[in-house]
């Protein structure tokens, strides 16, 4: 299979090498001196249960446009910012069209995907996240990541709706994915699990970066804690503007999942670290909007997402 990994992070990075290692050829888009170490010294990921220290083939978007067509490669991992998909879209739009490529979102929020179907259409947009992995750049060429890091993908939004990619490819790309050693489940209703993370996301992605606390500090605070879970409830209030419905169910398992991961930087945090900008838009973002909508107030939402936008 060939693989275009557009965003060389920590997870496009990490999930690149599982796949590289697995016999699969993948390109990774990346920029600036990231790329340049890539391409001096290779590509190092470090996790667990994967050390990769290997050459590969790391390109630019000039040479992506001038030397590939987007028919040679059987799928598009998309793992940039929420805030950059836009724009990579719309550099590429031409370079997209007469494909049928399908585009695979591994990205934090619920906006991405809509994006990718205004470009190329809901038959080639597949919603994805990536679930219990924390993954960033140490140094340039070199990536760090933890967790189980399993991915959940389907059909957009679901598999009910007109004009979606085919299933029988979802599933065939999950199998190469699960032979590749990345746990890997299909979903019938991708937007239903992208609106789940969401509820972790919103819980303690922005308090992370207010505090600087990581997660497992967040969740066993007597006063974080509770505010936490005050922020995925805030989630769960607004999902119905996107046809989702998140129950206290929900919430709870999604909170749980968090408490007892493993203790780790959130990539907000890690942004605000390294002084790059926030996701905010993707993640606070989205719920706010979707509460102005339906005429509704958040104030933990609205607090958190004040203070860093003025801090």
Same mark, same amino acid.
């Given at each position: /299979? @060939? ?18 290692? @697995? ?5 990774? !888009? ?34 992506? %446009? ?15 910012? #929420? ?38 259409? #809901? ?54 994915? @699960? ?33 600087? %606390? ?7 605070? #007597? ?22 419905? !998140? ?6 398992? /999604? ?49 958190? @997402? #004040?203070? %860093?936008?003025?801090?």
């Amino acid at each position: /299979m @060939n693989v275009l990994i557009i965003g060389a992070g920590g997870i496009g990075c990490y999930y690149g090498a599982k796949l590289q290692l @697995n016999g699969h050829s993948v390109s990774y !888009l990346a920029r600036g001196e990231h790329l340049k170490a890539i391409r001096k010294k290779g590509l190092k990921v470090t996790h667990e249960d994967l050390s990769f220290h290997e050459q590969v083939e790391a390109i630019d978007i000039h040479y992506l %446009l001038q030397n590939k067509s987007c028919d040679q490669f059987d799928i598009i991992l998309l793992t940039v910012k #929420s805030g950059s998909t836009a724009d990579v879209l719309k550099d590429l739009e031409d370079w997209l069209k007469d494909s049928e490529t399908p585009i695979l979102s591994l990205q934090n929020g619920v906006d991405n995907e809509l994006l990718i179907a205004q470009y190329v259409g #809901s038959q080639r947009t597949i919603g994805g996240l990536a679930v219990r992995i924390g993954g960033h750049i140490t140094q340039p060429g070199e990536v760090e990541a933890k967790g189980p890091a399993q991915i959940i993908f389907g059909s957009w939004p679901n598999h009910k709706s007109e004009s979606i990619f085919y299933t029988t490819a979802i599933e065939s790309f999950a199998k190469t994915f @699960n032979e590749a050693g990345i746990p890997t489940q299909v979903s019938s209703d991708i937007r239903y699990e992208l609106w789940r993370k969401l509820l972790i996301n919103n819980g303690v992605n922005p308090l992370s970066a207010l505090t600087g %606390l990581d997660t497992r500090s967040l969740t066993s605070h #007597s006063v974080f804690s509770k505010n936490v879970y005050r922020m995925m409830q805030e989630v769960a209030s607004v999902a119905h503007a996107d046809h989702v419905t !998140l129950s206290k169910q929900d919430v709870d398992e /999604m909170f749980e999942l968090i408490s007892t991961f493993d203790a780790i930087k959130t990539s907000m945090l890690i942004d605000k670290e390294k002084g790059r900008p926030l996701e905010l838009d993707g993640i606070t973002g989205a719920v706010l909007k979707r509460a102005a909508q339906i005429g509704i107030e958040l104030p933990v939402s609205e607090l958190v @997402n #004040s203070l %860093l936008q003025n801090k």
